[in-house]
C-alpha cells in the first residue's frame, strides 16, 4: 500500500478524475478536513478509511497499491494542472503505452477521456471508449463499474440515435444498481425514463419516472430538480401539456442558481424546449427563460449549450413568425457543426426544411422532412416522428388549397 505523501496525491488523482468532491468522497463517514489532510499527505491512511475510500471510488484496494505505479498514475496526477487538450492527448499516449498492467488506473483513465470526448462532442469516439470500459469492468468484477458505464453507454447512444440499444443499457444498469446506492440507481433510472420516453414507451417511462421522484423528493436538492425534469419531460411526450409544465416549473423553483449554475442553465434550456413543444408553442415563457440563461451561457456554457440556445431560438422566431432571423440562427447554429442529440438535431433540421419550404423549395423541403420523419421512425422516436409526419400533412393540404 502506497505510503504519504504518495498515497494522499493517487487518491486527489483519483478522486478528480471521478468527478467528485471532498463531500461526495467523505460521504458523511469521514469529515472533508480529515480527507485533506489526507490528500495533503499530512495524516497516514488507516485500513478503514481505505476500505471507505475505495468503495466510494467504485475501485479495488488494489488501486491504492504501490507497484500500480505508472505512467498512467502520472497523467491521472497531472489532472489538476494540464489543460484539457494537453491532458486528453497524454491521456491517450499514456494509454497506448500502458500495456493494461494497471486495470484500475486504466480505469479511470479511459473514463476520464470518454467523459472529455462527451464534453468535446466526439460521441462515436466516446461509444469506443465505454465499450473497452464494459469489458474492463468486467473483468475488475466490479457492479458499481458496470452499473455506471451501462448507464453512460445509454446516454451515449441515445444522443447518437440508437433508442432501442440506449434502453437495453439503461435497463442493465438499473438491474445492477439494486443493491448499490441511490446516487447510482437515481443515474441509471434517468438514463432509463429517457430511452423509454424517446422510444415510445410513455406508460413505462411514466412509471418509472414517478419511481425517480419518489426516489430523491425526501433527498431534495439537485437529484429531485432533475427528477421533476424527467417527469416534464415524459409528460410532454405523451401530450400532457399542463402536467409538464407543471413539472418543469416545480423543477425551476426547487434550483438556486448557487446551488448547481451548470444544472440551473440546462434546466432553463430544457424548459424553454418544452415550452416551444407544447401547443399552442408559449413563445414568451421559451423568451424568458433563453434571455436568463444568457450571461450564465457566455460563462460556462459549452458548445452544445450554445447550439442548444441558437436552435431554440431559431424555433422561437419561427413561432413568432420572423422568418428572417429563424433563417440566420440556423444558419448560426448549422454552421457550429453538430453537437445536438439525434432528437435536437432531427427537429433542427426539420425546422430548416419547414423554411426552404416557405422560400419556394416545396418539393426539395417536403422530400427532406419525409426523410426526416423515417428516421425518428427508424429509430422508435415516435412523437417526434409523429409532429414530423403532422407538419408534412399540413404543408401538403396547404399547397393543394393555394392551387384551388
Same mark, same amino acid.
Given at each position: 500500500?502506497? #505510503? ?8 486527489? %488523482?483519483?478522486?478528480? $478524475? ?23 499527505? $499530512? ?5 478503514? =478509511?481505505? /476500505? ?15 507497484? @500500480? ?14 489543460? !484539457? ?18 486495470? $484500475?488506473?486504466? &480505469?479511470?483513465?479511459? &473514463? ?11 460521441? !462515436? ?20 463499474? @458496470?452499473?455506471? =458505464? ?23 444498469? =438499473? ?11 437515481? %443515474? ?34 439537485? /437529484? ?18 399542463? !402536467? ?40 414568451? @415563457?421559451?423568451? @424568458? ?7 450564465? +451561457?457566455? +460563462?460556462?456554457?459549452? !458548445?452544445?449549450?450554445?447550439? *442548444? ?29 453538430? &453537437? ?27 422530400? #427532406? ?5 423515417? *428516421? ?12 414530423? &409526419? ?6 401538403? %393540404? ?7
Amino acid at each position: 500500500m502506497l #505510503k504519504q505523501p504518495d498515497f494522499g496525491q493517487r487518491l486527489r %488523482a483519483l478522486r478528480l $478524475a471521478s468527478g467528485l468532491s471532498q463531500a461526495d468522497l467523505a460521504g458523511g463517514t469521514i469529515s472533508t478536513g480529515y480527507l485533506s489532510r489526507l490528500e495533503s499527505g $499530512a495524516r497516514p491512511p488507516t485500513a478503514r =478509511v481505505i /476500505a471507505h475510500l475505495s468503495e466510494r471510488l467504485g475501485l479495488p484496494l488494489s488501486a491504492f497499491e504501490s507497484e @500500480q505505479a505508472s505512467s498512467l498514475a502520472q497523467v491521472l496526477a497531472s489532472v489538476t494542472s494540464a489543460s !484539457e487538450a494537453d491532458l486528453t492527448e497524454l491521456l491517450v499516449e499514456a494509454l497506448q503505452s500502458d500495456g493494461e498492467q494497471a486495470p $484500475a488506473l486504466r &480505469w479511470q483513465a479511459l &473514463w476520464l477521456l470518454a467523459r472529455m470526448r462527451d464534453t468535446q462532442g466526439r460521441h !462515436e469516439d466516446e461509444h469506443a471508449l465505454l465499450l473497452e470500459l464494459t469489458d474492463l469492468s468486467d473483468r475488475l468484477a466490479a457492479p458499481e463499474l @458496470q452499473a455506471r =458505464v451501462a448507464t453512460r453507454l445509454a446516454r451515449c447512444v441515445r444522443i447518437l440515435g440508437d433508442i432501442d440499444q440506449a434502453r437495453d443499457y439503461a435497463a442493465k444498469a =438499473v438491474e445492477l444498481t439494486t443493491t448499490l446506492s441511490v446516487s447510482d440507481r437515481v %443515474a441509471a433510472l434517468h438514463e432509463l425514463v429517457s430511452a423509454e420516453a424517446e422510444g415510445g414507451r410513455l406508460a413505462e417511462a411514466s412509471a418509472h419516472a414517478d419511481d425517480l421522484c419518489k426516489l430523491t423528493e425526501a433527498g431534495g436538492g439537485s /437529484a429531485y430538480t432533475k427528477a421533476l425534469w424527467a417527469s416534464a419531460t415524459v409528460c410532454i411526450r405523451r401530450g400532457a401539456h399542463a !402536467e409538464a409544465r407543471t413539472a418543469i416549473e416545480r423543477a425551476l423553483e426547487s434550483l438556486d442558481s448557487r446551488e448547481d449554475l451548470h444544472l440551473w442553465m440546462r434546466l432553463r434550456l430544457a424548459a424553454a424546449s418544452l415550452y416551444l413543444q407544447v401547443t399552442p408553442p408559449q413563445t414568451e @415563457q421559451a423568451r @424568458q427563460r433563453l434571455d436568463e440563461i444568457g450571461p450564465v +451561457l457566455d +460563462l460556462i456554457g459549452t !458548445e452544445l449549450h450554445r447550439q *442548444q440556445a441558437l436552435s431554440l431560438r431559431a424555433h422561437l422566431a419561427y413561432d413568432e413568425g420572423d422568418l428572417a432571423t429563424a433563417r440566420e440562427l440556423c444558419a448560426e447554429a448549422e454552421g457550429m457543426g453538430m &453537437w445536438l442529440s439525434f432528437r435536437d438535431r432531427i427537429r433542427l433540421e426539420a425546422l430548416q426544411s419547414k423554411l426552404a419550404i416557405l422560400d419556394g423549395n416545396a418539393e426539395s423541403g417536403v422530400l #427532406k422532412l419525409k426523410e426526416l420523419a423515417q *428516421q425518428a421512425q427508424e429509430q422508435h422516436n415516435v412523437d417526434l416522428a409523429a409532429d414530423i &409526419w403532422r407538419s408534412v400533412a399540413e404543408i401538403l %393540404a396547404s399547397m393543394r388549397q393555394a392551387q384551388v
